[in-house]
């Protein structure tokens, strides 16, 4: 007989809580949910109880009903021992979610011909471990499970090995697990072919992990780690989900519980997520939704392009120039500014006007440019336009339910502030009540609260130019484009218009990210753990994490974004870019750390980093000097 062995915990089962004393912890909340000292009395009892329940029956190998055979339960005298077994037992139920890659493997290994088995070293009796085992699609009727014990025998010593090899005599034996000691070593020991199945934590996890010691209900950031590794074991190791589950979910989840939490206190019956960054906060926020009764959640096809000619309506250069970053239209390009306006040179060129240069670099040509927009032939057609966009975006709003007379907020990602002056000053002017904004972070030169009031999770300057960059062009993919417009649909209605030819569209992408930060919301929701300082030490771990790739990650998802701003997001480098990024300071590409080390390794990547940041001192110290000073 052919023999195919399996570990049960962290191989074919892996808990969505990662760690096992976060069971003890979770069994705590569930026991007592509103006294906090009484759970911290039974999460320490429960730590050291197997330890000592090994001391008092003298055996290495404590059954469950062994560890709860103790005096010191007299200080729970709420519960029984059975009801107290019994709310650990669901726990762990609850928490165990199969690893895909090793039941492929399990069915592949009956292909072959093997007889399988499962063996683990644990104080959960083998009928239990069976139930969940074949619940999951892994366990066949006559197929064996060895439990520490109850076999009086351990892996980690190698006699539970003995055990099995007594009991099933095989010819041939292939033994699967995830602990390089109990798994590969002891087997290896004694003959058996054993492999290696890796369900270790990634270094941003680990991280997690050694942050969660010295906090108070400590446990609370494990747990996260833990949901981050399950999603991302879950999915093979795919590493569009790795990012997600490492990065995405733990920066944006932390901004949708905020968002929940202001919005109570600001007593906000409806949130609008606009499009399109806000589309994966609205997926994770239908997950806590049942938390947070009286609120309705909506998604708002709305943008700085869908609000400017509506916001221009009556309005003149000065409104103009209110809407714009740094106020000015020097430094941008005449094609991005006439995509704004909703229009074209060849429009343009019909009312005669035409620009002798393609981006404004001069004062005299953003004079020039405004002149042509606002004070001339082309202006009687601008202004048309916008009074019947204005008059459309209304029905939209209306439509949307906006202007019912609840409260409203509007959930963004930031940075400046322009869609929130622009769509109030439209709803001031048609007499309704100005809208709050919730933004996830903001500058420095954020729009002052007279365009509206507005609160954010990160304050200006907590977020790096790197961060930002991620959340705008990668954390934030949406399967939606951009709203241009609205227009009256077939049916009455006032529905978004796209630009020609885009639609609708998932991608590896967008999948991954909605998906994952789907599963990982609701598995918090269900196992009632977010405290507000773990879910920030998440957030910020996260996002500096990938900002700065202290940690190894697998930055093929980068490569694979559209162009951002007609530069790739992330890609290899030639020579002479990479001597241009180092010795220059030149920006290549929209995350250049990711490309240098794509390029030249981890290791490497992160010494030539280095170089860079001390030649720009020297760039900038010789600047200040011979130029600046001139």
Known sequence: MKLASFDIFDTVLIRKCGHPRNIF??????????????????FLWRCRAEQEAAARTRSKNPTLAEIYDDTALS????????????????????????????????????DEGFRICFISDMYLDSRFLSDILRESGCLLEDEPVFVSCEQGARKADGKLFDNVRRFLTPESWQHFGDNRHSDVKMPRKKGIKATLIDTRFTPIEQRMESCSRGLREECALSVLAGLSRCARIRSGNDPFVSIAADHIAPAYIPYVRFIF??????????????????????????????????????????????????????GSETTFLEALDRKSVVRKKVSSLLSLLSTDSQELAASGITFAYDKIT???????????????????????????????????????????GQKSAMVDVGWLGTSRLMLNAI?????????????????????????????SYFHAGQLSTEATALIENYFSASPYPTTIGYEQ??????V?????????????????????????????????????????????????????????????????TDDFDTTAFARKLSAAELFALICTGKNITAFDKASLQMTCGYRLSSRLWKIRIKTGRIRQALYSKYIKNR
């Open 25 to 42: 912890y979770l069994s705590a909340k569930r026991l007592y949910p509103d006294t906090a000292s009484k759970r911290e009395d039974f």
């Open 362 to 404: 001069t004062r005299e040509q953003a004079d020039d440019f405004l002149s042509k927009i606002f004070d001339s032939p082309y202006t009687p057609i601008l202004q048309e336009r916008a009074k019947e966009r204005h008059e459309l975006l209304l029905g939209y709003l209306k439509q949307e339910g906006v202007l019912n």
């Open 75 to 110: 200080g729970f005298p709420e519960y029984t021992p059975e009801e107290l077994m019994l709310a650990e037992k669901q726990t762990e139920k609850e928490n165990l979610v199969v690893n895909p890659a090793v039941k492929t493997l399990i069915e592949k290994k009956r």
């Open 427 to 455: 709803l001031k002017q048609a007499g309704y009540t100005p809208v709050t904004f919730y933004y996830y972070g903001i500058r420095g030169d954020v729009l002052h609260s007279q365009y509206g009031d507005y609160c």
């Open 261 to 314: 939490e202001q919005a109570r206190k600001d007593d906000v019956k409806q949130l609008y997520f606009l499009s399109r960054d806000s589309y994966i906060l609205l997926k994770s926020a239908q997950k806590f939704l049942p938390e947070y009764s009286g609120i309705t959640l909506h998604y708002l096809f709305l943008s700085r392009k869908s609000l400017m000619l509506p916001y221009l309506s009556g």
């Open 496 to 560: 978004p218009v796209f630009p020609a030819g885009k639609t609708k569209t998932d991608t590896r992408i967008t999948l991954a990210n909605i998906h994952t930060i789907e599963w990982i919301s609701d598995a918090i929701v269900q196992t009632g753990i977010a405290p507000e300082y773990a879910l920030f030490i998440w957030a910020t771990s996260a996002l500096d994490s990938i900002a700065t790739l202290k940690d190894r990650t697998d930055l093929l998802p980068f490569s694979q």
């Open 489 to 494: 649909s077939g049916e009455g209605g006032i």
